[in-house]
């Protein structure tokens, strides 16, 4: 069966830090994936989404970044956080482009 | 553009009492909707999905969900909802791109 990973689980950085935030899928391969970010007011918000490796779509400008170095890994990074980017962070996968599986997510609070 | 709408932000429901969680959808063609529940501080977990055939679809949990053209709803039903069933639900539909796009979320609350 398969499965998403998502690390770390919780993360405070202050402002102006580096940011990287991992997500792996396991027991598919080729699968399309996501990275959402949830603000506290609870709506989902698409910031960027791969159909394969190294092909990346943004979704809304801003400063963050992703990239897909390998076909189950989605990394989102970004150079100097801000305090508008605290949120839940989190990773979905899809086989096909239906239904979306979710990772258990990771919580930034940037100070 | 496809959207949904989830008209509710707080759904409150005895133990026991059937749950009903609405949702209107707005698409060209065909619509392909799902939804999710989420837990606190975990991720979103898949219910159901609707792509063509019975109206009635069935999902995890007891779930089930409605589809209904000439209403464009596809409401989340459970016949006897759970003190567990609290938490946040939302609905789905896939847009033109291939991408989701979700509703707001509605909270719901069982009450024992």
């Known amino acids: 069966s398969q499965t998403i990973h998502q690390w770390p689980a919780t993360l405070v950085q202050p402002v102006g830090s580096p940011l990287s935030l991992e997500c792996t899928v396991e027991g598919t391969s080729n699968p399309n994936l996501y990275w959402y970010r949830q603000a506290a007011g609870r709506g989902l918000q698409l910031l960027f989404y791969s159909v394969g490796i190294g092909q990346i779509s943004s979704e809304v400008p801003q400063n963050l970044s992703a990239s897909r170095p390998q076909d189950r890994q989605f990394i989102l990074s970004s150079k100097k956080l801000l305090l508008s980017d605290s949120g839940f962070y989190l990773c979905?996968?899809?086989?096909?482009?239906?239904?979306?599986?979710f990772g258990p997510g990771t919580r930034l609070t940037v100070t | 553009a496809q959207s949904v709408a989830q008209p509710e932000d707080q759904v409150n429901v005895a133990e026991g009492n059937p749950l009903t969680v609405k949702c209107t959808y707005s698409v060209s063609g065909n619509p392909y909707l799902f939804w999710y529940v989420q837990y606190p501080n975990r991720g979103l977990q898949f219910l159901l999905k609707y792509i063509t055939g019975d109206n009635l679809v069935k999902g995890s949990y007891g779930f089930e969900a409605e589809f209904n053209k000439s209403q464009t709803s596809f409401h989340l039903k459970k016949p006897s909802a759970l003190v567990s069933d609290s938490a946040l639900y939302f609905c789905?539909?896939?847009?033109?791109?291939?991408?989701?796009?979700f509703g707001k979320g509605n909270q719901v609350v069982v009450i024992p």
């Open positions: 789905a539909v896939r847009k033109e791109n291939n991408r989701l796009a």
């Open positions: 979905a996968w899809s086989p096909n482009y239906y239904e979306q599986y």
